[in-house]
């Protein structure tokens, strides 16, 4: 049945969590409640990640934007500086850029880049220019029905 792999394949879980956004030349990697528990465990994940990344920069020579989200991301304590220097090795080798994110942020993030927002502010210029033929109405008359 290959349920064991669906289950604990590192590949199998990380391809669910990396989408890249040719329009940007973009990553977004969901590290949502994602465990990193064993030594081996987390050089695979490097393994994986770093061969989609050299398939989508040709080996580095086009590097990516990067946005993480390490919402829910959990690693055992003596595994994490290990992992801080294997993702600073894997940001010099693949990423133009890196943001990361926690919760909402990520989402908020990926949600404006999907609908051609380039920033926070952009969003609310384009909001203020929709309003123009609108009245705006004060909290303090809202209130007051």
């Known amino acids: 049945m290959g349920l064991s792999d669906d289950l604990f394949s590192i590949e199998k879980a990380l391809h669910h969590r990396l989408e890249y956004k040719p329009e940007s030349h973009t990553v977004y990697m969901d590290l949502t409640g994602y465990y990193v528990n064993e030594e081996d465990q987390l050089q695979e994940t490097f393994g994986v990640m770093q061969r989609k990344l050299a398939e989508l920069t040709d080996g580095g020579q086009r590097k990516v934007n990067m946005v993480v989200n390490y ?20 940001a010099d080798k693949f990423y133009a850029t890196t943001v990361r994110y926690a919760g909402r942020a990520f989402l908020r993030h ?23 033929d609108r009245e705006v109405i004060d909290r303090r008359r809202l209130r007051g029905g």
Not at 71 to 90: C, Q
Not at 112 to 128: K, P, V
Request: proline share 0%; glycine share 12%.
């Open 110 to 132: 990926k949600l404006g880049a999907s609908i051609g927002l380039q920033d926070a502010g952009d969003m609310w210029t384009r909001y203020n220019e929709g309003r123009t």
């Open 71 to 90: 919402d829910g991301f959990d690693i055992r304590e003596e595994l994490s500086e290990t992992w801080r220097a294997m993702a600073e090795d894997t």
